[in-house]
């Protein structure tokens, strides 16, 4: 089965424009904003190298609607990636179906997939499992690449902003009562900076803490299959 390209819209928030990106052939994941208004944040399946592992520390409550979506895609792109033929997919399914800690479903699920698929042995699964890892790692790691890019640049841009209206605050107290309507203008709008870039900010966190946790459940439950067949399979 080929790769999907999954879905993904990349907004700028601060412009206001919207795209829409070009199918893509192998496996790695695009982080992206999403428009106000729009549903949330996606992912898809690309071939572009990318760095070793990331970590993103979660805030500790993640939006439900943000780590379902997460979730979804992840095992979308799981499989999007089954090879055709019996592979490790299909003895993940088995697995997963039966009980990944009864030791039974394993041989059972080794023997149907040795009768489809005669060369099928524990190497191969074994292997099978690590480039699923492997691939699931790529998506992981495009996403926070390109959602944490995104947050420091909002934040840099806050901070810009925030610098150059202190500034100016400073400049128009030295002209007192002269300048005082200007004093007041600004003032305000130093007040109104978090809670203008705060919506935005939590919005990223809410996207990286689900792609963390959506990426860990299914690494650990390819984990758990894997150990599984290294007990359970001779």
Wanted: hydrophobic share 30%.
């Amino acid at each position: 089965m080929g790769l999907i390209d999954l879905f993904i819209n990349s907004d700028e928030s601060s412009s206001g424009k919207t795209s829409t990106p070009a199918p893509v052939k192998q496996p790695v994941v695009s982080f992206s904003e999403q428009p106000v208004g729009q549903t949330a944040p996606a992912f898809t399946f690309s071939s572009e190298p990318t760095p070793a592992t990331q970590t993103y520390q979660a805030p500790v409550q993640v939006s439900n609607e943000y780590l379902q979506k997460a979730f979804e895609l992840y095992e979308k792109g799981f499989e999007s990636l089954n090879k055709d033929g019996f592979d490790f997919y299909e003895f993940y399914q088995s697995v997963m179906q039966g009980g990944p800690t009864n030791p039974q479903v394993y041989t059972m699920a080794f023997g149907m997939g040795s009768i489809m698929d005669k060369s099928l042995s524990k190497t191969k699964l074994i292997n099978d499992a690590d480039y699923y890892v492997a691939e699931i790692t790529k998506v992981y790691n495009d996403n926070v690449n390109k959602g944490t890019t995104k947050k420091q640049n909002l934040l840099v841009q806050k901070d810009s902003e925030n610098k150059n209206l202190v500034a100016e605050l400073e400049n128009m107290e030295q002209q007192l009562e002269a300048l005082k309507v200007q004093i007041d203008d600004r003032k305000r709008k130093l007040s109104d900076i978090d809670s203008k870039y705060s919506p935005e900010l939590t919005d990223f966190d809410n996207r990286l803490g689900a792609n963390e946790l959506a990426k860990r459940k299914i690494v650990d439950s390819i984990e758990q299959v894997k150990q599984g067949i290294n007990l359970n399979i001779k």
